[in-house]
């Protein structure tokens, strides 16, 4: 499993249930990278895109504990979540948010896909600074690319750790 998303520089990730920047060549890379897999994520990510409807050609797995009568594969805890997600290769499952998703399910990833801005987003909401994790490493980094006006950077980073599941 993996986890893919962009952050400020206080690895702040969103405000007011949306992004905090609006970066076309970061949502290019998230659409190429997660086509056709799977994107485990939790209601209110859900309810945040457009329409509040699903990513169209991808398996969308919502971690809730009610149920969601979209075209989603429901799931109400951990243990079924990683019991849906065990048919799929752990390279095609992608963690796409929230933020309390994202730290529940981040220790159980292999790598996680950063977009890093070069920027305060006055965020409300964040995941962990795997840079100050002793878990994780930074194991690739792009040159900075302007997207939008921002100053960006892809990283990959490898859990020396993942927990199983």
């Not at 305060?120 to 939008?148: C, I, K, M, R, W």
């Amino acid at each position: 499993m993996r986890a893919i998303f962009n952050c400020d520089r206080r690895w702040g990730i969103g405000r007011n249930n949306d992004l905090l920047f609006s970066l076309p060549a970061d949502m290019k890379f998230f659409r190429e990278t997660t086509r056709g897999r799977v994107v485990v994520m939790g209601l209110n990510t859900l309810r945040s895109f457009p329409g509040g409807k699903p990513l169209k050609n991808r398996v969308n797995v919502v971690l809730s504990p009610t149920p969601v009568e979209e075209d989603v594969v429901c799931v109400h805890d951990l243990n079924e979540l990683f019991s849906a997600v065990r048919n799929y290769p752990p390279e095609d499952v992608f963690v796409v948010g929230g933020a309390s998703v994202y730290r529940t399910l981040i220790p159980y990833c292999s790598e996680v896909l950063v977009t890093r801005v070069d920027a305060d987003g006055d965020a409300d909401v964040f995941v962990p600074d795997l840079d100050a994790s002793e878990d994780f490493e930074l194991v690739q980094e792009s040159e900075p690319t302007e997207d939008n006006g921002y100053r960006i950077r892809f990283c990959r980073y490898r859990n020396r750790n993942p927990r199983p599941f």
